[in-house]
């Protein structure tokens, strides 16, 4: 006697699994999408390497050129006292210039992914994929972090070979942490500014009014001991300000402030700023109408 089922009686476990599993709405991954978190990484990271004359190159070559006009013009031959020690000016200055060019184009490359489609009316092509709020952040912020090392290792390779300017790291991994969680903090950023922005212009004014002014005023160019006590203060409210000095002691050894409270800070504002964006997109805030 065969143990089979006669044929067209399949067994109720299997009947009940295939309505399960055709049921409509109900999900049919239930894990994590890696395939189409794998996709829309990919797709981030080609879309800017197709003009990355524009999104890597261009940013690399006006972080050097920031290099040689303050090199020049303010302090070529001078030092700067940080940390209790006297570091000359294009030591001091290069692992800024550095982050500062990761951050900015973290922030560039997050800002415009779901601005452009809101804009274009292709919006629909990030909210219909089978990606989960957290996928879709994760994607994006994948793509604006590559984008952020691409950027650093080309100012960082070409620091190495000019001439007057020492950028080997002391401390790598703790360069690499600061230079991530930097990077993460734009990508969020970045996120935020997409999703609130309804044109081009709003992405503009946070850049101009946020982005520059605070990474500008953290300590890039200058020691923050210079400043008068109340601005020092200041200057200590700035998120921008502990990655600077974090990534700076990773090259030199040496910070304006304590790595580990700088460590603190940024990976506290990271965890605010992706539950916000997880929080909003969730929500589909100024996404899904």
């Given at each position: 006697?065969?143990?089979?089922?006669?044929?067209?009686?399949?067994?109720?476990?299997?009947?009940?699994?295939?309505?399960?599993?055709?049921?409509p709405?109900v999900?049919?991954?239930?894990?994590?999408?890696?395939?189409?978190l794998?996709?829309?990484?990919?797709?981030?990271?080609?879309?800017?390497?197709?003009?990355?004359?524009?999104?890597v190159w261009?940013?690399?070559i006006?972080?050097?050129?920031?290099?040689?006009?303050?090199?020049t013009?303010?302090?070529g031959?001078?030092a700067?006292?940080v940390?209790?020690?006297?570091?000359?000016?294009?030591?001091?200055?290069?692992?800024?210039?550095?982050?500062?060019?990761?951050?900015t184009g973290?922030?560039?490359n997050?800002?415009?992914?779901?601005?452009?489609g809101k804009?274009?009316g292709?919006?629909?092509?990030?909210?219909?994929?089978?990606?989960?709020?957290?996928?879709?952040?994760?994607?994006?912020?994948?793509?604006?972090?590559?984008?952020?090392?691409?950027?650093?290792?080309?100012?960082?390779?070409?620091?190495?070979?000019?001439?007057?300017?020492?950028?080997?790291p002391?401390?790598?991994?703790?360069?690499?942490g600061?230079?991530?969680t930097?990077?993460?903090?734009?990508?969020?950023?970045?996120?935020?500014?997409?999703?609130?922005?309804?044109?081009?212009?709003?992405?503009?004014v946070?850049?101009?009014?946020?982005?520059?002014?605070?990474?500008l005023?953290?300590?890039?160019?200058?020691?923050?001991?210079?400043l008068?006590?109340?601005?020092?203060?200041?200057?200590?409210f700035?998120?921008?300000?502990?990655?600077?000095?974090?990534?700076?002691y990773g090259?030199?050894?040496?910070?304006?402030s304590?790595?580990?409270?700088?460590?603190?800070?940024?990976?506290?504002?990271?965890?605010?700023?992706?539950l916000?964006?997880?929080?909003?997109?969730?929500?589909?805030?100024k996404?899904?109408?």
């Amino acid at each position: 006697m065969s143990s089979q089922p006669p044929i067209g009686d399949a067994p109720s476990t299997i009947r009940n699994a295939s309505a399960v599993r055709n049921a409509p709405g109900v999900p049919v991954i239930r894990q994590v999408n890696w395939g189409g978190l794998r996709t829309l990484y990919v797709k981030e990271v080609r879309r800017f390497f197709k003009v990355q004359l524009q999104t890597v190159w261009a940013p690399a070559i006006q972080t050097l050129l920031y290099l040689v006009v303050f090199t020049t013009a303010l302090g070529g031959r001078g030092a700067v006292h940080v940390g209790g020690a006297e570091v000359p000016f294009p030591d001091f200055v290069g692992p800024g210039l550095i982050v500062m060019g990761m951050m900015t184009g973290a922030f560039a490359n997050a800002s415009f992914s779901l601005l452009v489609g809101k804009i274009q009316g292709t919006i629909v092509d990030y909210l219909m994929p089978p990606l989960s709020s957290a996928e879709l952040i994760a994607g994006l912020a994948g793509g604006a972090v590559t984008r952020a090392f691409c950027v650093g290792a080309a100012v960082w390779a070409v620091m190495l070979v000019s001439p007057g300017i020492h950028v080997a790291p002391v401390h790598p991994l703790v360069a690499l942490g600061f230079g991530l969680t930097g990077s993460v903090f734009l990508a969020f950023l970045g996120l935020l500014t997409s999703i609130w922005a309804e044109k081009f212009d709003h992405a503009a004014v946070v850049t101009n009014f946020v982005v520059g002014p605070l990474t500008l005023l953290s300590g890039t160019f200058y020691s923050v001991d210079r400043l008068a006590p109340a601005f020092r203060i200041a200057s200590h409210f700035n998120p921008f300000f502990y990655i600077i000095s974090g990534f700076r002691y990773g090259f030199l050894g040496i910070a304006d402030s304590s790595v580990g409270i700088g460590a603190g800070v940024t990976i506290g504002v990271d965890v605010v700023l992706g539950l916000t964006c997880y929080m909003l997109m969730k929500r589909g805030w100024k996404l899904k109408n």
